[in-house]
């Protein structure tokens, strides 16, 4: 975790709050129910979903993707962003 990250976790593996756009709600919702015109004119609260997330340190993405393809992959680029760090891989 950088110094400069949003959200601070406790662990590398954590649940965090997911929450489901309010259109796709609304699709889902017409696409399984008969929906009443007023019913569907009404705003919908939005849905939280906790979901699975893994916080990297830094290097263990990189070292994640040499153990599992060896040579067969080149890194072209990797930082920090959003909280968590990336890595862009492409196939040798």
Do not use: M
């Not at 990797?78 to 196939?91: Q, T």
């Amino acid at each position: 975790q950088s110094e400069s990250a949003r959200r601070r976790f406790d662990a590398q593996d954590v649940y965090v709050p997911w929450t489901l756009n309010p259109s796709a709600q609304q699709k889902s919702v017409a696409g399984t129910a008969r929906v009443d015109s007023d019913a569907a004119s009404v705003k919908a609260a939005p849905v939280v979903f906790q979901r699975y997330y893994h916080v990297f340190v830094k290097g263990e993405l990189e070292a994640l993707v040499r153990d599992a393809a060896g040579p067969a992959a080149s890194i072209t680029a990797s930082g920090y962003d959003r909280d968590n760090w990336y890595l862009i891989a492409r196939k040798a």
